[in-house]
Structures are given as structure tokens and as C-alpha cells.
């Protein structure tokens, strides 16, 4: 007998939610360790990872219980939720919002910059202020590069890993939505065992 049917397709849609969980467990975690260990000195990358983890337990608890129970509401909020995670996770990793989002990210935490800059030995975003401060060392000696083009080579060389991990994730997804679209239409053999006779 194959994987055809509904016990099947209700534990599949449990183990892809379980697996779910301990990942958003494991983001909440190891954002919560690197700020505690002074590794991540931002909060607002810690808050945003840990809000990331969070939405996605909830999202994975959503659909655990919606498989559990054969419940059609959860699992349709499950199925929206993948549409929306799986557009967004796309929309990331486009260079122009990347450009645009460390930019950001760059403007809204003076302690971000100050520890790129020492950590990079670089000065500025994407023009150097001679008559500003800078926490490299290479701004006394006035031989810095901006910082946007050595930002941007980090980033690259972290988005090809996290975009390998957000491709399976994608594909996890993928298989998700099939299983929940499969899973709902299906009718619960236990409900009224004659009707497949």
C-alpha cells in the first residue's frame, strides 16, 4: 500500500509542521544566545529573527493542529500563510531590496554602524564624511573604502547560504501546500467508514 491516502497525508503534513516548530524553536534560540553572549550587538537583528521564529511557530503550530484534527479553517490559514511566507522569502533576495534593506538597516542603528566600520575597516554607507567620526582605523590615515561595497560582499557570500537554506525551505513549503490542499479535500475514513465501501 502507498502513500496515498489520508493517514499518510496526515502524518506527512505532522512531520512537515513538527520539523517547522524545531527549526522556529531552534531561530529563537540562537538569536537569544548571540545576544547573550554579545556575538549580535544589534537589537533590532535579534528582534527581527526572533519575531521571524515566532511568527513561524505559530504558523507551524496552525497547521500541526490542523492536520491533528482534519480542521479546515486552521489548515486553510496554514495554506495562506505558506502563499505569503514563500512570496516574501522570494521578494528578499532581490538584489534591489537588499541594497535597499541594508541601507536601511545601516541608518536606524548608529551601534551598527560603529561596529561595522571597526569591524570592516571601512567608513561610511556609501560616500566617507572627512569631517565626521569614524570608528576604523583607516580614517586616520584617510585610506577607507566605503562600506556599502564590503557590506555588500559579506551579504553576498551569507544570502548564497541562507539562499540555499531558504530554497529547501521553499521547496518544504512547496510540498506543504500540496499536502494541505490534498489533506483538505480529503474526506476522514473514520467519520463514516461505509460511505467507502
Not at 47 to 58: A, K, M, P, Q, S
Not at 69 to 98: A, G, N, R, T, Y
Not at 110 to 124: H, I, M, P, W, Y
Request: hydrophobic share 45%; aromatic share 12%; charged share 10%.
Amino acid at each position: 500500500m502507498g502513500c496515498a491516502g489520508f493517514t499518510c497525508s496526515k502524518n506527512s503534513l505532522c512531520a512537515l509542521n513538527i520539523l517547522y516548530v524545531m527549526v522556529s524553536l531552534l531561530m529563537i534560540g540562537i538569536a537569544a544566545w548571540g545576544k547573550c553572549f554579545g556575538l549580535v550587538s544589534s537589537f533590532q537583528v535579534v528582534g527581527g529573527i526572533i519575531g521571524v521564529g515566532v511568527f513561524l511557530f505559530f504558523v507551524a503550530l496552525a497547521g500541526l493542529i490542523g492536520a491533528m484534527k482534519h480542521h479546515q479553517v486552521l489548515l486553510l490559514f496554514f495554506i495562506d500563510c505558506s502563499i505569503l511566507c514563500f512570496v516574501m522569502s522570494s521578494h528578499v533576495f532581490h538584489p534591489c531590496v537588499q541594497n535597499h534593506l541594508l541601507e536601511v538597516g545601516w541608518n536606524n542603528s548608529l551601534t551598527t554602524q560603529r561596529d561595522v566600520e571597526k569591524s570592516l575597516n571601512c567608513c561610511g554607507f556609501s560616500h566617507m564624511d572627512i569631517n565626521g567620526s569614524c570608528a576604523a582605523p583607516c580614517f586616520h590615515y584617510s585610506t577607507c573604502t566605503t562600506c556599502a561595497a564590503k557590506i555588500q560582499e559579506h551579504a553576498g557570500e551569507v544570502l548564497r547560504f541562507v539562499g540555499g537554506i531558504g530554497l529547501f525551505f521553499s521547496f518544504t513549503e512547496i510540498l506543504g501546500l500540496w499536502l494541505t490542499y490534498r489533506y483538505r479535500n480529503q474526506k476522514d475514513p473514520r467519520a463514516n467508514p461505509s460511505a467507502f465501501l
